[in-house]
């Protein structure tokens, strides 16, 4: 698991703007979250629902989306969590993985990796 910030693009809904910010990459967490008001201002709304256990035990709803979003000049549309207004911004596993990076908890950078995949030979 690696916990360090790293500076993503946020696309509109029609990736037509970016907007970059700092998020935490939190290869613990699985998806990525941004505040609501951001994504909200950003022109997204929840299509989805999912429920998560936070770190005091409760259980709660959040909504979520698919977020374009550029990392290292590709763009891919991850699941993004609408996550508490004064919330962390954070990049999670799914989108790592999305983007075949790795974490490099000594140096706190993403690395490429190779992907995974079953029966192609």
């Avoid at 629902?49 to 035990?57: E, I, P």
Wanted: aromatic letters at 8%.
């Amino acid at each position: 698991m690696g916990v360090f910030q790293q500076l993503v693009e946020i696309g509109t809904p029609d990736g037509s703007r970016f907007l970059e910010v700092q998020a935490w990459v939190d290869s613990g967490e699985n998806y990525s979250q941004l505040p609501a008001a951001l994504l909200r201002r950003l022109g997204f709304k929840p299509t989805a629902a999912r429920r998560f256990r936070v770190a005091d035990g409760r259980t709660v709803e959040r909504g979520l989306c698919p977020v374009p979003i550029r990392l290292n000049g590709e763009v891919w549309l991850t699941p993004v969590v609408f996550g508490e207004n004064d919330s962390d911004l954070l990049l999670g596993a799914v989108a790592l993985e999305t983007f075949s990076l790795g974490v490099d908890p000594v140096n706190k950078t993403l690395v490429p990796i190779e992907a995974k995949a079953l029966g192609i030979g």
